[in-house]
């Protein structure tokens, strides 16, 4: 069955807003004289579990932790880093190429609809995805529903889709719709397991967007 739309996860994959999201916990932790275990951030990349998880772990080291007094300059801390980085390398190819061929674009998300709009209006690309489905709507990865309801706003099957993620949780996520998945990850979870996907790409770069569509069809 003929491709008829792509499907982005956001953090990690359209852009890596990992890296900054990760350094500024690492510095949070080290203001209070703690490590960050990099075993520990794994297991929370493409869930709605970050923060909650972060600041439970500071709070077992450091007593008297007000997660409210420190979420605003983290958040801050996040967007200071950001404000240089561009989408990921190869992504606007993919979606030139995806709008030459009259594919419809979606992104399928964990994280806030503030926070994905807020970043795809930051990187211009706002206006190139018919449907952004967000885990403050649908239940978050690895559960399948953001993938579901972006399907169900493009109108297309499972079967008519391609899935691009960057994490395991991303990936089981879109396997769980039946979707066919290619994982692309970034620095941070290059080390994990992918062997759910259908295509594991080192970058976006690695094959243009062609290929993969000849090899997922």
């Known amino acids: 069955m003929a491709t008829r739309a792509l499907i982005f996860d956001f953090d990690g994959t359209l852009a890596d807003t990992e890296a900054a999201v990760l350094q500024s916990w690492r510095e949070m ?6 490590e960050l275990p990099i075993d520990v951030w794994h297991t929370v990349i493409g869930t709605q579990n970050t923060a909650a998880t972060m600041f439970k772990l500071l709070a077992e080291h450091v007593a008297g932790i007000d997660p409210e007094r420190l979420r605003p300059g983290m958040r801050a ?5 950001l404000e240089a980085e561009g989408p990921r390398e190869g992504v606007l190819g993919y979606l030139d190429e995806a709008a ?4 419809t674009l979606g992104v399928a998300s964990s994280s806030s609809g503030g926070w994905v709009h807020g970043q795809l209006d930051r990187l211009g690309l706002a206006t190139r995805f018919t449907s952004v489905e967000t885990g403050d709507v649908h239940a978050a990865k690895p559960c399948p529903d953001t993938y579901l309801a972006a399907l169900a706003t493009l109108g297309v099957t499972a079967a008519e889709a391609i899935a691009f993620e960057d994490s395991p949780h991303g990936v089981r996520a879109a396997k769980a719709a039946n979707i066919p998945t290619v994982a692309v ?3 941070i979870t290059a080390s994990l397991d992918f062997g759910h996907a259908d295509l594991v790409l080192p970058s976006f770069t690695a094959k243009p967007l062609a290929e993969v569509l000849e090899l997922l069809a």
């Open 100 to 103: 030459a061929r009259g594919l």
């Open 77 to 81: 801390r996040v967007r200071e880093l």
């Open 29 to 34: 932790f080290r203001d209070h004289g703690v």
């Open 185 to 187: 990850p970034n620095p």
